[in-house]
């Protein structure tokens, strides 16, 4: 049983608890309780910053104490005692608990108390540094009670309860499993669930690994009370079929990467060596790559690479090998020690393969891994950048000429000589020399040429014979480079000379003495006796002259070089002429003349090979530097040169000139054949002139001109400045500066003076010996004021007139100087700072301490705004460390957060008054801004700008450490570890060190004072290391091991310290089956592509899927449709190795099918999955078409028409190419979609007039790589000679045309550019519309019909037209010619509704013969036209009417009367009359079968009998007049005579 005692209270005794003599037997242990009991607080954690509301939950929390209830609040209370800062049991450091009613409450069953808010750096018994995921033992205190003996060493009663953990909590991940690459799509998303995860305590940066793999986080989303959730994005990186832990760091803004660092995994190829194990060399010209050279074509030997991580591959089960050209090629790997750096590397050997020679070969190693089946899951490759070259390298060959004889030794550098070559020899041109030494190192050969294989003066192509076996030629190394049989020539000696010729000169150079030791054949006079050299114009080819026969006697060996002396120069044609040596051998044999002159070359350090006339080399002046000379009117310059002299163009004093230019020209004294002097003309200041000599006196032979051959020289009228020292001061000015120049000695220059823009030239001091001007600058009252174009003006008594202009504002490179008024900063450090700050920020400079200030002060503002600002307010002016040119900045501690930047600037104060007029937007305060112009260099006076007014210059300080470097240590790994460079294996394991600047941020002495964790977690790229490791405070450095990482991948290293994750941040890896959630996250296959992507609907194709991670499973199933559609049917599938599955499909219909594969884990117990019964299902975006044709539309085909079909099906989209068989016959066929294919093509002859309908068989031809695939139709096509059914509707009226739709059978195919009409009898045809479509449904078979239209004919298009029943009819363009349809249908032409509108006249005489004009509408098309005269009745018969019938006229263009529009004439019958008698009048427009009536009758006149006076007796017909009579007569006349004419 559990009971309590409760405290001692008014009328209740007290109860005494005794302790227990010995534990109570099982099964009812009894547990004593006095006093209060916890049994919970939940939450159990909380924000780190404090605030949240926590419940103490129990009993007895009021029970027995003699407190007013109304005080129990006063005399309870709550601390949280931190167990790092605290023994076990022991609360000496603790964080009291408000009690203000908002944040305090107590009942019996429950105390609610808010966690205080978080004090940092502080250590009192009443506080302390809480840190993130510390535990505080919570202790509830009860002052009114004695003092408990269960926590003595605590003031007054206090009651040990739960833990309260400072730490976010993460509950859940969705989805908790993903692919394991590659890198998931867009929708693989995840989101994170749980509490707290924003804290003001730390920033908001969060980092989600999912194993040791960083996943990309986006977003926070804090909600109203609890900041729950997390949402990223998944990168891959996991291993299939195996559960991660997830792990949520927060705060990760404390992070810091090595810069220019980075860490590869996976083997790395250094260098291949050559064939005897040497280091290829590197020359970005012959072998920039840095290829190895020599490899023998018939292979087998062993290619050394030199790399790092081999080893990783080298044991089982894992596997590697060499590749050349993409071949396998046999490997191996062997240990040795590196010399350079003592470490044991291991050294893989390829053996290289047969290729032939000249080959350049690509050299791959491939890595891979096996699965448990013994089969290799994956390949990965590492490319060398070097390539193996199967022949040997020329570089140089010396020497690159000799005598024709042979026999001169000669050396050729390359590489690739040594190695598999049987034997070397250098060939000169076709012929080999004696076999040649090489050097150990393969890339000197020592050879000679042939004996007595050369030809005089000719060039040959130089090349290397390696081996004799490879063919008539063997194997031979090719060059550009080529040996000179015979003579050189390269210079002539002295190399210039006076006009006139007859000196002395000689020739330089090899072997004009050729073959003076052989005479064998081929060259059987091989003794040089005569020879001859001829002088020639450089840029014409005249010849000057020749010189006399020479022979041995002439040339002269000295020194390794031959001269040929003897040689007088010819005279030259004109002043500065140049001349180049021809040398003709006048008794040697060759076989084209040409080859008997050798010309001599000019030297590269010259332009000319021989030169005529003076020569003009360099000047000399008091004040010359850089080719100019300054000076003035009457400065003397000196010339340097040769042939000065020269007789031909030296006529004495006064001969030679000097031009300056445009200034004129000079004479010149002559001192001697290679000196003369001349004084420069009068100039302009400051002006710049090119210098040249003439030779031009009228008495010379010539005349002539020289320069400078170089580089022109120059004369300056007047010094130069050059410089300012100091270009800055105090703003209120008057301090002295000096002006530094050259040439301020010259020109007579008695005083200089600086020149500013103030009208009034301050005093200055000149020293023409230093060439410096010194004097104040102006006074200033503005900051940031700028002076440009700093001058000096010179005073001298030789400027004359000009003086007002002798002055000075650019230097040589036409800069201009500039003066600055204000302080000037030059640098700023340290520029990265602890965090945690106390350090100081020197700044130096000039101007610190002008008299315009009078304080300073130092800004430090924040590059985030969220972020403090830090603006110091210390006033620097009277501290001990501020000087004119260092102030020294103290920045706070703990001011910054993570990952702050601040914009550092110094900044002063001014009192204003005058000095505020400047700046007027800084107030009373200054500090540097940039300029806003720059001054231009141009020659001007001095002016003023503003140097300032543009953005604030400032330091960038950044807070936090900086790595300084990171070192690699031995691993864990495999055997052996990776040289000492950043290598690490795939598979992890590599110990790094990585030091940084400053760390002690984050570790502390003092044990119970500690800053976070005093550890550090290492990244590497986007992964972590798999644990934390310490930081060392003594050397500012944190050892971690490398995880395991991507094949041949390089990333950065970095350290994330004091990381705030805690197990309550993280969702632990199971993997016990009989735990129901066991796993926190599962990495699942991948699957990339599909063997083929379509199969036949009768299966049994093998479909491979590649993808990876398969070898995690033991068996898998090939899923195909969706769940979703209820079309998924599966098969059984093969795992062939980690990246290949393999099903054989089932038969199915056709359709496309999205392709699934299930793995699954198997136990020796059961078959059941593993992961609680599931499989892993791997939805692999691929998908399967089981192809074929499921129909064809249209069924019905017209014979008459070029075929035109759709075959229907699926998974044409698979297919290259495409044909039809329709009735036997080949035609095109197009693929419209992934279901249906178009076949057309000419009309098919399948049926005649005596079988109108055939049933024919549709395929279809689908190609694929090549092969062609046949599909069936089960439906078979019609084909059939068009018919037409029905027509709607039946009539149409004659004066308008209507749409009239025929329906029928075999109409569509027709060709739409073709001809086509609707027939309605003989001999009228109208357009037929052959846009031809289906109507009805597939339910009513009778209904479903085709159409073709086309619009009635009318009287206007075919006058010929009349009403009644005609025959409808169609023609198609079929076989030949036009041909109708088999069938035809009635078509009935009606006159709706003719009207008469009027007659005239309207009456006649008894007698008859009076033409009547019938005018009204819709006349025409009439099969008999009649005008009724009388009573018609019922009778159908005509015959038996009494009235009468005349025949009428259609008049079709109508009269004038009518407007042209139709009447009908007819001619009035006789009826005798006794009085005027008025009768009907009609008309028939279909031979009396019906009559349109007239309102209007016809009236007969009686003809009045003549008397014995000839007076009639009558009157003449009503309403006529005379005139009328007469007009009456004149239209019917004229009626009639229109109806003759028609």
Known sequence: ARFRVGFSAPGRPAVLCPALPRPPPPPYPLLYTCGPVCSSVPPATGKLSGGNLVTIAGSGFLEGRSTAGSSFAAVTSVRLCLERLNERG?????EPVSKRFADFSISNDEIVFRVPGLRQGVRTPVGGNRLFGDVARVFVGFEDVPANALASNLNGSYVECSEYRFTPVVDSISPDRLEAGPPPGSADAFLISGRDFNDAAYNTDVRVD????????????????ADTTIVGQAASGGQSGRSEAV??????????????VSLHYGPRIDLVLDPVGNEPSLSEDRNPRQDSWGWHPAGGQDVRV???????FDAEPLDLHCLVDGVPVAARLEREVVPETGFDATVLVCVSPPRPFGTEALLEVEFGRVCASGEIDSRQRVVASQRLRYEARIDTVEPSFGVTSGGTPVTVTGEGFVGAWSDYACVFGAFASPPADVSLEGSVLRCETPRERGQFNTDVAVSVLLSPEGGDEGFRALSNHTFHYGPVCLDVQPNNGRIRGGYAVSLVGYGFLDCVDSDYTPITNCEIENFVVHWRDSETGVLLGSSQRLGVQDVLGDFGLEYILNLTMPRASQCQQHAYATIEYLN?????????????????????????????????????????????????ITFLGSNFQDPAVFAGAGSVQCRFGERGLRPAFVVDDTQLTCQAPPGIWNEVVEVDLRWDSPSAELKCVAQREVRGELFHYGPVIDSVRPDRGAVAGLEPITVSGFAFGCCGIEEARCMFPSLDELESVLDADAETVTCPVPPNNNVDRQINNIGVRFLSGVFGVQQGNAYQTTTEDADVLTYFYGPRITSVTPTALRLSGGQRVTVTGEGFKDPYFDGVYCDFLAEDPSHPSDVGTVDLFRSPQFTDTQIVCEVKHFNHPCGAVDHFRPRWHRPCGNKCNHRTELGEWYYRTEGTTDPSNQRLLPYYTDAGGGDPITERLEYGPVILEVTPEEGDGPAGSPQPTLQSWTSGGLRVTVRADDLSDWVTDEEDNAFGSEHALCLFGDRRAAELSPIDRTTHSVTCVAPPGVFGSDVSVGLLLDPHFTDATTIAALEDPAIDDVHAFHWTPFATAISTPWGSTAGHETLTIDGGGFCAYESVVCVFGDDAFENQFSVEGDIVNDNTVQCVTPPHAVGTFDVALDFCITTELSAECRFHGEVDRVRTGLTFTYAGVTGIFPDELSACADLDLLVLGNGFERFDSFQCEVAGQRTLAQRVNDTAVRCFGPQLFVVDHFEPVECNTVALLATDNLRVHRFDAETRVEFGLPQLLR???????????????????????????????????????TEADVSFRRIGNDDDDDALREVIRCRSPTL??????????????????CDKGQESTTSRLPFTFVQSNPVIEGIFPDSGFETGGTSITVFGTNFGGGTGYFCSFGEVDDDDDPRNNPNQLVSAVYVAEGIEESNGDPVLVCRSPANRIDRTTSVDFRVSLDAGKSFVDSEVPFTYTNVPLCNEDGDSDAAAPRGLSSRALLLALLMLSLSLAAALRM
């Open 247 to 260: 792990v949520v760091t927060f705060d990760t803004c404390n992070t810091t990467v090595a810069e220019g």
């Open 1356 to 1373: 206007r298009s075919h006058p010929q037209l009349t009403v009644g029943r005609r025959t409808l009819e169609v023609k198609f363009d």
């Open 306 to 312: 030199l790399g790092a991580g081999f080893e990783e």
């Open 1287 to 1325: 027509v709607d509707p039946e009539q149409a009226d004659v004066d308008r045309s209507s749409e009239i739709v025929i329906q029928g059978r075999y109409f569509q195919g027709a060709d739409e550019d073709g001809s086509y009409s609707c027939v309605f009898g003989d001999g009228i045809e």
């Open 90 to 94: 022991q609360c000496e450091v603790f």
């Open 210 to 225: 999912i194993g040791v793999v960083r996943q990309d986080e986006v977003a926070l989303y804090p909600q109203i009370d």
């Open 588 to 636: 040697v044999d060759v076989e084209e003349d040409s080859q008997r002159f050798v010309q001599c070359s000019t030297p590269p350090e010259r332009t000319d090979f021989f030169h005529y006339g003076p020569r003009f080399e360099r000047q000399l002046s008091t004040y010359h530097r850089n080719g100019v000379s300054y000076g003035w009117d009457g400065s003397a």
